[in-house]
């Protein structure tokens, strides 16, 4: 018997660890037979810390939601068996949302404990790098991924067999391979969960990247600020290097041997961008470079350097395993394979998915992601993060494919997936992610540095009730010169949230600036709080709890709120208890 913990982020963020405590505890005290161990998220965020008991037989529970309580009483029911009846098993609903998903990048991840090397070889791991290395030559491994069909994940999509052969082309003998991990998207996690829950399939993915384009190092380039991804990364590395898969002749064949270094990331998000990367690793400030050249022809430190994300690497030893026909029999002509998708924003289950590509928006966010929290409306999903766009209602139905989610204005992008619902004032989701990335412009080129600059302030304006006719006109033409003038992708994708929003709710931003109301209620400038005499009863609790003593009025008689005085916090909206405050 074992039971298992989620202890990835999400589930120590939600207590997992002081669950596995716990459960150490309590089973050290029953003098019970089992064993204890960890695995990484299996994506069900919105229901952890997640804890698994496997039986004798092999057959599996899953617990949701584990306190410590709870931890107690799993092990009370395990000694009883009485597993079953325990309340915190997961739902019949959930288990399905989790058997709509096909898993190929994150096959390991919440099952095997990504701390132990053996778990990952018991999975099937390393076999394919030996396949490789005992069976094919570097042209055939190009050769076996241009069949899968695999694109890059990271954002653009760009055929990963042709980076691959680029890099292996290019003239040299020295080359490098890079992994981005720097994962700076707000509401994306996919990388994350990788690092964190199986770490050997990155490494081997790695390896067979290096193997195929004839580079003897990888860098895998991670942002600081995932401290648990690198201490797994580091321990399986070493556990790699144990092994024999790294540092070392591979397999005795005397034709390959890798080596793989951490590099930490300060959190720029413009380092996300590949050539700014290399910069970053060059120690230089993280700015991108002209293309061309391209890092396939002049990358790290002027190498030939092929440049990939987690996700797309993690694919590899799949596909080389299985054959690239069995990644390509999945997906869609133009999109072969799985996504995964970083499910985050006004959604009732919260969490990594990976799907086949073709599946629609719909049956993502609904079927999946179990609609719309409180069952509000769905009003649109931004998708692929700062340099993506809103996608709205009417388009639930498309395909999660390049082509489709391209033609909508927005791009795949890594996979974030941010959900909005009846209550999101789209001017003001715009202004959030425009001040994201002009905060995190590097300042490099003109166009970006102070184009983005120009657009929050229009943005701010509006918001702030002072907006002006032309204001809008103004916004779309800044913001197609910024798209078609900036040096890189985060200057030439900057401006799609603010054009998807124009493009598909015109009529937010009309209201803002012509009638001076937010229609979603949520820009404070624009609303005004007033009192209905017929409903207020006088109970005084609104003026008690106003803080800057707008509202006057004697008990047991009508109140009203003074609007000059007034500052639109909301106070007396959430305590009146007989529906008199309103809001416009």
């Known amino acids: ?47 952890e810390p997640i804890v698994d008991f496997i039986d004798d037989d092999g057959k599996k529970t899953t617990f949701v939601k584990v306190d410590e309580e709870i931890a107690k009483q799993i092990v009370k029911d395990i000694v009883a068996s009485k597993v079953d009846s325990n309340e915190n098993v997961i739902s019949d609903e959930d288990k399905e949302a989790l058997a709509k998903q096909k898993r190929i990048s994150l096959r390991n991840c919440g099952i095997i404990d990504p701390e132990n090397i053996d778990e990952y070889i018991e999975s099937g791991g390393y076999k394919a790098i030996e396949r490789c290395i005992k069976e094919m030559t570097p042209e055939e491994v190009i050769e076996e991924v241009k069949v899968s069909g695999l694109r890059g994940r990271g954002g653009a999509g760009f055929p990963t067999w042709f980076k691959f052969n680029a890099a292996r082309q290019s003239p040299g003998t020295e080359k490098y391979l890079v992994c981005n991990a720097d994962e700076g998207d707000p509401g994306a996690f996919m990388d994350r969960s990788v690092l964190e829950g199986d770490p050997h399939a990155l490494i081997e993915g790695m390896i067979i990247a290096g193997y195929a384009i004839g580079a003897s190092e990888g860098i895998i380039y991670v942002r600081a600020e995932y401290p648990l991804a690198i201490k797994r990364l580091n321990i399986a590395m070493a556990q790699a290097e144990e092994r024999g898969y790294l540092n070392k002749d591979l397999f005795g064949e005397g034709k390959f041997k ?151 204005g927005a791009i795949m992008g890594s996979g974030g997936m941010v959900v909005m619902d009846e209550t999101t004032c789209m001017v003001d989701m715009a202004k959030f992610f425009l001040d994201f990335t002009c905060k995190e412009s590097c300042g490099k080129c003109t166009p970006c540095r102070e184009g983005t600059k120009r657009m929050l302030e229009m943005l701010e304006k509006i918001t702030e009730g002072k907006g002006e006719p032309g204001d809008i006109e103004k916004l779309e033409e800044l913001g197609k010169f910024i798209n078609s003038a900036s040096l890189c992708g985060l200057g030439q994708t900057a401006s799609n949230p603010v054009l998807t929003t124009i493009r598909y709710f015109r009529d937010e931003y009309e209201a803002h600036i012509n009638d001076k109301k937010c229609p979603a209620k949520q820009c404070k400038a624009l609303l005004t709080y007033t009192i209905d005499p017929e409903k207020c009863t006088g109970c005084t609790i609104c003026a008690r709890n106003c803080p800057v003593e707008a509202i006057t009025g004697t008990l047991k008689e009508p109140h009203k709120i003074n609007p000059d005085i007034c500052i639109k916090c909301g106070k007396c909206y959430e305590v009146c208890r007989f529906g008199a405050v309103s809001v416009e």
């Not at 660890?17 to 005290?29: C, F």
């Not at 994300?309 to 799985?338: W, Y």
């Not at 409306?377 to 809103?390: D, E, I, L, R, T």
Request: proline letters at 6%; a positive charge; aromatic letters at 8%.
């Open 1 to 47: 018997m074992k039971l298992i913990v989620g202890q990835g982020s999400c589930g120590i963020a939600a207590g997992a660890s002081k669950a596995y405590k716990i459960l150490e505890e309590e089973i050290k005290n029953s003098g019970a037979n089992i064993k204890l161990g960890s695995t990484g998220c299996i994506g069900m965020c919105y229901l």
């Open 258 to 408: 890798f080596s793989l270094r951490i590099k930490a990331g300060a959190g720029a998000f413009v380092c996300g961008e590949e050539t700014a990367l290399l910069e970053s690793l060059e120690g230089n400030r993280g700015t991108p470079r002209p293309k061309p050249p391209f890092p396939a022809q002049k990358g790290y430190w002027g190498k030939p350097t092929n440049i990939n994300n987690v996700e797309t690497f993690a694919n590899v030893p799949f596909i080389l395993a299985n054959g690239g026909d069995a990644f390509a029999a999945v997906g869609t002509e133009d999109s072969k394979g799985t996504k995964v998708f970083a499910l985050a924003g006004k959604i009732k289950k919260g969490g990594l998915v990976e799907v086949p590509m073709g599946m629609t928006i719909r049956e993502i966010i609904f079927g999946i992601g179990g609609g719309i929290a409180e069952d509000k409306g769905f009003k649109a999903v931004q998708m692929g993060g700062p340099s993506g766009g809103c996608i709205p209602a009417e388009f639930l139905d498309i395909p999660v494919d390049y082509a489709s989610i391209t033609k909508t």
